[in-house]
Protein backbone atom coordinates (compact mmCIF):
# COMPACT_ATOMS: atom_id res chain seq x y z
CA UNK A 1 0.00 0.00 0.00
CA UNK A 2 1.18 3.33 -0.64
CA UNK A 3 0.68 6.63 1.38
CA UNK A 4 -2.47 8.99 0.55
CA UNK A 5 -4.43 11.63 2.02
CA UNK A 6 -7.43 9.96 4.23
CA UNK A 7 -9.32 10.84 6.71
CA UNK A 8 -9.01 9.93 10.53
CA UNK A 9 -11.45 9.86 13.14
CA UNK A 10 -10.80 11.27 16.98
CA UNK A 11 -13.26 9.07 18.79
CA UNK A 12 -12.56 11.01 22.04
CA UNK A 13 -13.53 14.15 19.98
CA UNK A 14 -16.44 12.60 18.15
CA UNK A 15 -19.81 12.25 20.53
CA UNK A 16 -21.82 10.33 17.37
CA UNK A 17 -24.18 13.16 15.80
CA UNK A 18 -23.96 11.34 12.64
CA UNK A 19 -23.59 15.12 10.80
CA UNK A 20 -20.58 13.90 8.68
CA UNK A 21 -22.60 11.24 6.96
CA UNK A 22 -24.54 12.74 5.09
CA UNK A 23 -21.93 14.56 3.35
CA UNK A 24 -19.87 12.03 2.42
CA UNK A 25 -21.58 10.73 -0.92
CA UNK A 26 -18.78 8.21 -1.09
CA UNK A 27 -20.36 6.40 1.52
CA UNK A 28 -17.12 6.31 3.52
CA UNK A 29 -18.23 6.72 6.82
CA UNK A 30 -20.62 5.04 9.43
CA UNK A 31 -21.93 5.69 12.84
CA UNK A 32 -21.14 1.85 14.69
CA UNK A 33 -21.13 1.74 18.44
CA UNK A 34 -21.78 5.94 18.91
CA UNK A 35 -18.56 6.68 16.83
CA UNK A 36 -18.07 7.63 13.73
CA UNK A 37 -16.40 5.31 11.59
CA UNK A 38 -14.25 4.81 8.39
CA UNK A 39 -15.29 1.68 6.69
CA UNK A 40 -13.29 1.71 4.26
CA UNK A 41 -10.30 3.49 3.16
CA UNK A 42 -11.47 2.64 -0.78
CA UNK A 43 -14.11 4.59 0.07
CA UNK A 44 -12.80 7.74 1.12
CA UNK A 45 -10.92 9.94 -1.49
CA UNK A 46 -9.07 11.88 1.10
CA UNK A 47 -10.94 15.51 -0.29
CA UNK A 48 -12.32 16.14 3.41
CA UNK A 49 -16.20 17.20 2.29
CA UNK A 50 -17.02 15.44 5.87
CA UNK A 51 -14.89 17.96 7.92
CA UNK A 52 -16.73 20.83 8.16
CA UNK A 53 -19.32 18.88 8.99
CA UNK A 54 -18.35 17.84 12.13
CA UNK A 55 -19.16 20.26 15.18
CA UNK A 56 -16.43 18.59 17.59
CA UNK A 57 -13.28 19.41 15.22
CA UNK A 58 -13.09 15.48 15.54
CA UNK A 59 -12.24 14.78 12.06
CA UNK A 60 -8.92 15.56 9.99
CA UNK A 61 -7.09 14.17 6.90
CA UNK A 62 -3.67 13.14 7.21
CA UNK A 63 -1.11 10.70 5.04
CA UNK A 64 -0.91 7.51 5.75
CA UNK A 65 -0.67 4.08 3.94
CA UNK A 66 -4.28 3.05 3.03
CA UNK A 67 -5.69 1.22 0.13
CA UNK A 68 -5.61 3.02 -3.30
CA UNK A 69 -9.41 4.68 -3.56
CA UNK A 70 -10.97 2.93 -6.38
CA UNK A 71 -13.84 4.91 -8.01
CA UNK A 72 -15.50 2.33 -10.05
CA UNK A 73 -16.64 0.50 -6.39
CA UNK A 74 -17.81 4.00 -5.12
CA UNK A 75 -20.04 5.51 -7.83
CA UNK A 76 -21.78 1.42 -7.60
CA UNK A 77 -22.37 2.22 -4.36
CA UNK A 78 -23.72 5.65 -4.89
CA UNK A 79 -26.17 4.67 -7.20
CA UNK A 80 -27.97 2.62 -4.87
CA UNK A 81 -28.90 6.16 -3.18
CA UNK A 82 -30.11 7.53 -5.85
CA UNK A 83 -29.91 10.37 -8.51
CA UNK A 84 -29.52 13.55 -5.78
CA UNK A 85 -26.48 11.50 -4.21
CA UNK A 86 -24.65 10.62 -7.45
CA UNK A 87 -25.25 14.05 -8.47
CA UNK A 88 -23.65 15.62 -4.97
CA UNK A 89 -20.28 13.12 -5.85
CA UNK A 90 -20.21 14.25 -8.91
CA UNK A 91 -19.85 17.84 -8.43
CA UNK A 92 -17.45 16.84 -5.54
CA UNK A 93 -14.94 15.45 -7.62
CA UNK A 94 -15.68 18.00 -10.66
CA UNK A 95 -14.55 20.85 -8.24
CA UNK A 96 -11.92 19.55 -6.82
CA UNK A 97 -10.72 19.24 -10.31
CA UNK A 98 -10.37 15.42 -9.85
CA UNK A 99 -11.01 14.62 -13.82
CA UNK A 100 -9.51 11.23 -13.76
CA UNK A 101 -12.50 9.62 -11.32
CA UNK A 102 -14.81 12.09 -12.73
CA UNK A 103 -14.13 10.16 -16.18
CA UNK A 104 -14.31 6.80 -14.52
CA UNK A 105 -17.85 7.34 -12.84
CA UNK A 106 -19.02 9.07 -15.91
CA UNK A 107 -18.09 6.19 -18.15
CA UNK A 108 -20.03 3.70 -15.43
CA UNK A 109 -22.92 5.59 -15.53
CA UNK A 110 -23.15 5.14 -19.13
CA UNK A 111 -21.96 1.21 -19.34
CA UNK A 112 -24.91 0.52 -16.67
CA UNK A 113 -27.71 2.43 -18.16
CA UNK A 114 -27.91 4.55 -15.35
CA UNK A 115 -28.97 7.91 -15.47
CA UNK A 116 -26.00 10.85 -15.27
CA UNK A 117 -26.92 13.27 -13.49
CA UNK A 118 -26.08 16.86 -15.84
CA UNK A 119 -23.28 18.90 -13.82
CA UNK A 120 -24.41 22.41 -15.50
CA UNK A 121 -27.33 22.88 -13.54
CA UNK A 122 -25.34 22.64 -11.03
CA UNK A 123 -22.15 25.01 -12.16
CA UNK A 124 -22.73 28.09 -9.33
CA UNK A 125 -22.44 25.11 -7.19
CA UNK A 126 -18.89 24.86 -4.94
CA UNK A 127 -17.14 21.85 -2.93
CA UNK A 128 -19.27 19.17 -1.01
CA UNK A 129 -22.40 20.38 -1.02
CA UNK A 130 -22.00 22.66 1.75
CA UNK A 131 -24.75 25.10 1.90
CA UNK A 132 -22.90 28.34 2.08
CA UNK A 133 -20.45 27.90 -0.65
CA UNK A 134 -23.18 28.39 -3.60
CA UNK A 135 -21.89 31.07 -5.70
CA UNK A 136 -23.44 34.48 -5.25
CA UNK A 137 -23.49 38.32 -7.02
CA UNK A 138 -23.26 40.26 -3.81
CA UNK A 139 -22.74 43.60 -5.31
CA UNK A 140 -25.10 46.32 -4.20
CA UNK A 141 -24.63 50.05 -2.81
CA UNK A 142 -22.93 50.86 0.29
CA UNK A 143 -24.79 50.45 3.26
CA UNK A 144 -26.07 53.40 5.07
CA UNK A 145 -23.65 53.78 8.45
CA UNK A 146 -20.44 52.94 6.38
CA UNK A 147 -17.42 55.33 5.35
CA UNK A 148 -18.43 57.50 2.80
CA UNK A 149 -16.72 57.48 -0.31
CA UNK A 150 -12.98 58.54 0.08
CA UNK A 151 -12.84 58.63 3.82
CA UNK A 152 -10.06 56.27 4.68
CA UNK A 153 -10.37 53.87 7.39
CA UNK A 154 -7.14 53.14 9.94
CA UNK A 155 -5.99 49.93 10.13
CA UNK A 156 -6.00 48.20 13.30
CA UNK A 157 -3.57 45.49 12.87
CA UNK A 158 -1.07 46.05 15.04
CA UNK A 159 1.66 43.03 14.42
CA UNK A 160 3.20 41.00 11.78
CA UNK A 161 2.80 37.84 10.43
CA UNK A 162 -0.83 36.99 11.09
CA UNK A 163 -1.43 33.38 10.00
CA UNK A 164 -1.31 30.90 12.64
CA UNK A 165 1.24 28.72 10.90
CA UNK A 166 3.34 31.65 11.04
CA UNK A 167 3.13 33.17 14.13
CA UNK A 168 5.83 32.01 16.65
CA UNK A 169 3.85 30.81 19.80
CA UNK A 170 5.94 33.42 22.05
CA UNK A 171 5.60 36.23 19.90
CA UNK A 172 6.11 39.16 22.32
CA UNK A 173 2.11 40.94 21.06
CA UNK A 174 0.92 37.85 22.00
CA UNK A 175 1.28 37.90 25.54
CA UNK A 176 -1.26 39.89 27.61
CA UNK A 177 -3.30 41.26 24.86
CA UNK A 178 -7.19 39.56 24.22
CA UNK A 179 -6.79 37.47 21.08
CA UNK A 180 -8.65 37.06 18.05
CA UNK A 181 -8.89 34.22 16.07
CA UNK A 182 -10.31 34.66 12.68
CA UNK A 183 -11.35 32.42 9.77
CA UNK A 184 -9.50 33.97 6.43
CA UNK A 185 -12.53 34.88 5.00
CA UNK A 186 -14.03 36.95 7.31
CA UNK A 187 -12.21 40.68 6.71
CA UNK A 188 -13.17 40.21 3.22
CA UNK A 189 -17.02 39.41 4.04
CA UNK A 190 -17.56 41.49 7.15
CA UNK A 191 -16.32 45.36 6.28
CA UNK A 192 -16.21 46.43 10.13
CA UNK A 193 -13.82 43.93 10.89
CA UNK A 194 -10.85 46.12 11.59
CA UNK A 195 -13.05 48.57 14.17
CA UNK A 196 -15.71 46.25 15.74
CA UNK A 197 -13.37 42.92 16.33
CA UNK A 198 -9.63 43.70 15.58
CA UNK A 199 -9.09 46.99 17.53
CA UNK A 200 -7.15 46.45 20.43
CA UNK A 201 -6.31 42.64 19.72
CA UNK A 202 -3.83 40.26 18.55
CA UNK A 203 -4.51 38.85 16.02
CA UNK A 204 -4.11 34.77 14.37
CA UNK A 205 -5.85 33.98 10.72
CA UNK A 206 -6.27 30.67 9.46
CA UNK A 207 -8.62 28.14 7.37
CA UNK A 208 -10.26 25.78 9.26
CA UNK A 209 -11.39 23.93 6.01
CA UNK A 210 -8.36 23.92 4.23
CA UNK A 211 -5.03 23.78 6.44
CA UNK A 212 -4.24 21.23 9.35
CA UNK A 213 -6.47 21.46 12.40
CA UNK A 214 -3.79 19.14 14.01
CA UNK A 215 -1.52 21.61 13.91
CA UNK A 216 -3.89 24.39 14.77
CA UNK A 217 -4.74 22.61 17.74
CA UNK A 218 -1.36 22.54 18.90
CA UNK A 219 -0.47 26.05 17.84
CA UNK A 220 -3.28 27.21 19.89
CA UNK A 221 -2.47 25.15 23.03
CA UNK A 222 1.14 26.58 23.15
CA UNK A 223 -0.19 29.80 22.76
CA UNK A 224 -2.78 29.97 25.61
CA UNK A 225 -0.15 27.78 27.74
CA UNK A 226 2.51 30.20 27.13
CA UNK A 227 0.94 33.72 27.39
CA UNK A 228 -1.32 35.40 29.56
CA UNK A 229 -4.23 35.72 27.33
CA UNK A 230 -7.26 37.78 28.57
CA UNK A 231 -9.67 36.68 26.20
CA UNK A 232 -10.04 34.47 22.98
CA UNK A 233 -12.96 35.80 20.21
CA UNK A 234 -13.00 33.74 17.05
CA UNK A 235 -14.67 34.95 14.54
CA UNK A 236 -15.85 32.53 11.44
CA UNK A 237 -18.27 32.60 8.75
CA UNK A 238 -21.92 30.93 8.85
CA UNK A 239 -20.57 28.00 6.85
CA UNK A 240 -20.31 24.73 8.31
CA UNK A 241 -16.52 24.18 7.19
CA UNK A 242 -15.99 27.04 9.29
CA UNK A 243 -17.55 25.95 12.58
CA UNK A 244 -14.56 23.19 13.27
CA UNK A 245 -12.62 25.48 14.75
CA UNK A 246 -15.12 26.67 17.76
CA UNK A 247 -14.17 22.95 19.84
CA UNK A 248 -10.08 22.91 19.04
CA UNK A 249 -10.18 26.26 20.64
CA UNK A 250 -12.61 25.33 23.52
CA UNK A 251 -10.22 22.43 24.29
CA UNK A 252 -7.40 24.16 23.99
CA UNK A 253 -8.62 26.71 26.41
CA UNK A 254 -9.59 24.20 28.48
CA UNK A 255 -6.08 22.45 28.47
CA UNK A 256 -4.31 25.52 29.04
CA UNK A 257 -5.73 25.43 32.92
CA UNK A 258 -6.81 28.94 33.02
CA UNK A 259 -10.39 30.42 32.95
CA UNK A 260 -10.30 32.67 29.67
CA UNK A 261 -13.75 34.43 28.67
CA UNK A 262 -14.20 32.65 25.01
CA UNK A 263 -17.16 34.77 22.68
CA UNK A 264 -17.81 33.40 19.04
CA UNK A 265 -18.92 35.28 16.57
CA UNK A 266 -20.36 34.19 13.54
CA UNK A 267 -20.88 36.64 9.63
CA UNK A 268 -22.86 35.96 7.15
CA UNK A 269 -22.04 35.60 3.86
CA UNK A 270 -23.75 38.75 3.15
CA UNK A 271 -21.30 40.81 4.99
CA UNK A 272 -23.71 40.81 8.55
CA UNK A 273 -22.79 40.04 12.28
CA UNK A 274 -25.32 37.07 12.86
CA UNK A 275 -23.79 37.05 16.79
Not at 100 to 115: C, D, I, P
Not at 229 to 248: D, N, R
Request: include cysteine; charged fraction near 30%.
Amino acid sequence: MAKRKIIKIDEEKCNGCGLCIPNCPEGALKVIDGKARLVSDLFCDGLGACIGHCPQGAIAIEDREAEPYDENKVIRNIVKHGENTVREHLMHLKSHGETKYLNEAMSFLKKEGYKAPGLDADKDKLPCGCPGTKVMDLRKKAAPGHAAHGVKQESQLGQWPVQIKLVPPHAPFLDNSDLLIAADCVPFAYADFHDDLLKGKSLLVGCPKLDDLDLYRERISQVLKDNNIKSVTYAHMEVPCCFGLIQIIKDAIKDSGKEIPFTDVNIGIGGQRIK
